[in-house]
């Protein structure tokens, strides 16, 4: 099944919706992060994250360790309320 890509940024997040943003400040370019989720990440040029969608449900463990491995905690998970 093909992962369907949704636009998030630029509005509130729904309630049960949940968004991956990376702090381009802490990020290092490590690149982990794409490896790790390539259906929702991937790196420009330079080896830096780009995020495209909000996280599918059937993602967001994935989505969770991406998070986790980030060594400078540049990437979070945002949920709507
Ligand atoms: S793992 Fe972290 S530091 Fe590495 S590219 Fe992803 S967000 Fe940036």
Redesign the pocket.
Known sequence: MATQILPAHGRPLARGETRLE??RI?????????ELLPEL?E?DDW???IVHSLVPRHLAGVARR?VD???????KLRSGR
């Open positions: 990376v702090d802490l990020c290092d370019g490590y690149g982990m992060c794409a990440i790196l080896g830096y994250p991406a491995v980030c060594p400078v905690l540049a990437l």
